[in-house]
């Protein structure tokens, strides 16, 4: 039993050395998103850790194997929806997130559980929710134009 511990905490130690690059990509005002105080204050609340390149990076971020899920996370979301990159994203691709996220932000989807459970003010109620989907059915209306 003993050596299964000293294994196990040994092979916990050698997994820290293997750190995903936190680096945020640097922001350009020019092109990140841009609307009401309102719908900033609740994206940033619940959506900018993932989907922009503002990411808050909290001790937790440094714990192998979750600093891999998280980093993970992080890449796949920026790929989604990245606010950061608003006015660069081709209007036909940011048409189709903007749908999605209406749907998933309706369906509990986002933000996801885990990360709800570590920032308990990201979670989205009926408000918030309305709130989004506002903004999201505007920007949908705009590009719908195009």
């Avoid at 918030?128 to 505007?138: C, M, P, Q, S, V």
Wanted: charged share 25%; with cysteine.
């Amino acid at each position: 039993m003993k050596k299964i511990i000293f294994w196990a905490v040994g092979f916990a130690i050698v997994i820290q050395v293997i750190r995903p690059d936190y680096t945020n990509q640097p922001i350009d005002k020019n092109i990140t998103l841009d609307t009401d105080s309102q719908v900033m204050n609740v994206l940033k609340t619940s959506c900018y850790d993932c989907h922009s390149n503002e990411t808050q990076y909290l001790w937790y971020h440094n714990v192998a194997p979750v600093s891999w899920v998280l980093s993970s996370n992080i890449e796949n979301g920026r790929k989604a929806l990245n606010f950061s990159n608003w006015k660069n994203i081709d209007p036909k691709v940011k048409l189709e997130r903007l749908e999605r996220a209406k749907k998933v932000v309706n369906n509990n989807m986002m933000p996801k559980s885990e990360y709800v459970l570590m920032h308990e003010n990201a979670a989205l109620g009926a408000d918030e929710k309305r709130l989004l989907e506002a903004f999201f059915d505007a920007q949908i209306k705009e590009l719908s134009v195009l």
